[in-house]
């Protein structure tokens, strides 16, 4: 079972466990983009929003930013939990 079909608690329990998988990248890897969505929720709050006009100009750096880690943390999640430990190393 992918990692993405798990629950949260599911997925911190396996984490936490001996299991080889998931391990820290793929950890590292749900984290990422745990938090690029809290960036982008922020962007959203913050663009169109006239109070926040000072800071429209750097919301729509981070957007794109944001969006382009959003399409990948899952890709580099699975490519991640799929190889053997030792694989990863030869990966850094």
Partial sequence: MSW???TLSDFQSELASSAPTPGGGTACAVALGQAAGLTKMVIELTL???KWQSGWTHA???KTKVDEILNKYICIANHLQRRPPIDRLHTL
């Fill in 4 to 6: 993405m079909d798990k």
């Fill in 48 to 50: 169109g929003k006239e």
């Fill in 60 to 62: 729509e750096h981070a």
